[in-house]
C-alpha cells in the first residue's frame, strides 16, 4: 500500500533508479563482445536483478511504498530481462520466438495493469515471482560466456540448463498472463455489477 508520507527520494527508489542507469552499461558490456566485458555484464545483471528483490522489500518493510516505485519498479524490470533476453536471442543462444512470447505477454500486461490500475490493483500472485525468478535465473545461466571460460562440453550444458529454464520461465510467463488476464476479466465484470 502506499504510503503518502513516504518520501520520493527514498532508498527503495533510489535503488529502483539505479538499476534503471545501469541497464544502458549493461547493454553496453555485453555488446562489447569480450570475455571480459560479458562477464561484467553477468554481474552487473545479476546486481540488478538482486536490487529487484531488495528494492521491494525496503519499501515495504520501512513503508517507503510511493507511487514512483510502484510505476518505476517494473519498467526498471522489464528493461533489464527483456533487454537481455533480446541480447541472448541476438547471440543464439535462445530462439527469438520465446524471446517475442515473452516480450508480447510481459509488455501486454503491463499495458493491462495500467488500464485497470483505476478500477483495482491486482497483486502479484506467487506464481509471477516465480516467473521473475526463472526469468532472470535462466537469462542469468545464458549471458554467462562459458564457451570463454570452461571446456566446451561444460559450456554445452550450462547453456542447456539455462535453456530449460527458460522453457520453464515461458510456460510459468504464459500461463501466470493468462491468470492475470482471468482476473482483470472478473474485476471488470463486478464492477459493471
Given at each position: 500500500?502506499?504510503?503518502?508520507?513516504?518520501?520520493?527520494?527514498?532508498?527503495?527508489?533510489?535503488l529502483?533508479?539505479?538499476?534503471?542507469?545501469?541497464?544502458?552499461?549493461?547493454?553496453?558490456?555485453?555488446?562489447?563482445?569480450s570475455?571480459?566485458?560479458?562477464?561484467?555484464?553477468?554481474i552487473?545483471?545479476?546486481?540488478?536483478?538482486?536490487?529487484?528483490?531488495?528494492?521491494?522489500?525496503?519499501?515495504?518493510?520501512?513503508?517507503?511504498?510511493?507511487?514512483?516505485?510502484k510505476?518505476?519498479?517494473?519498467?526498471?524490470?522489464?528493461?533489464?530481462?527483456?533487454?537481455?533476453?533480446?541480447?541472448?536471442?541476438?547471440?543464439?543462444?535462445?530462439?527469438?520466438?520465446?524471446?517475442?512470447?515473452?516480450?508480447?505477454?510481459?509488455?501486454?500486461?503491463?499495458?493491462?495493469?495500467?488500464?485497470?490500475?483505476?478500477?483495482?490493483?491486482i497483486?502479484?500472485?506467487?506464481?509471477?515471482?516465480?516467473?521473475?525468478?526463472?526469468?532472470?535465473?535462466?537469462?542469468?545461466?545464458?549471458?554467462?560466456?562459458?564457451?570463454?571460460?570452461?571446456?566446451?562440453?561444460?559450456?554445452?550444458?550450462?547453456?542447456?540448463i539455462?535453456?530449460?529454464?527458460?522453457?520453464?520461465?515461458?510456460?510459468?510467463?504464459?500461463?501466470?498472463?493468462?491468470?492475470?488476464?482471468?482476473?482483470?476479466?472478473?474485476?471488470?465484470?463486478?464492477?459493471?455489477?
Amino acid at each position: 500500500m502506499v504510503n503518502p508520507n513516504a518520501p520520493l527520494f527514498n532508498i527503495a527508489n533510489v535503488l529502483t533508479i539505479g538499476r534503471i542507469i545501469l541497464v544502458p552499461i549493461f547493454i553496453w558490456c555485453y555488446l562489447h563482445g569480450s570475455v571480459g566485458y560479458q562477464v561484467a555484464a553477468t554481474i552487473i545483471f545479476f546486481i540488478a536483478g538482486a536490487t529487484d528483490q531488495l528494492d521491494g522489500y525496503l519499501a515495504r518493510r520501512h513503508r517507503l511504498v510511493t507511487n514512483f516505485g510502484k510505476i518505476a519498479d517494473p519498467i526498471a524490470d522489464k528493461a533489464l530481462v527483456l533487454s537481455a533476453m533480446i541480447l541472448v536471442s541476438a547471440a543464439g543462444l535462445l530462439p527469438w520466438w520465446v524471446t517475442i512470447v515473452i516480450i508480447v505477454r510481459e509488455l501486454g500486461i503491463t499495458a493491462l495493469r495500467f488500464v485497470m490500475i483505476r478500477k483495482e490493483v491486482i497483486a502479484a500472485s506467487k506464481g509471477g515471482k516465480l516467473k521473475t525468478v526463472l526469468q532472470m535465473l535462466g537469462v542469468f545461466m545464458l549471458l554467462i560466456p562459458w564457451a570463454g571460460l570452461v571446456s566446451s562440453s561444460t559450456a554445452h550444458v550450462a547453456e542447456a540448463i539455462g535453456w530449460w529454464i527458460m522453457m520453464a520461465a515461458l510456460v510459468v510467463t504464459v500461463v501466470t498472463g493468462l491468470d492475470y488476464c482471468l482476473q482483470a476479466v472478473k474485476v471488470a465484470r463486478n464492477d459493471q455489477r
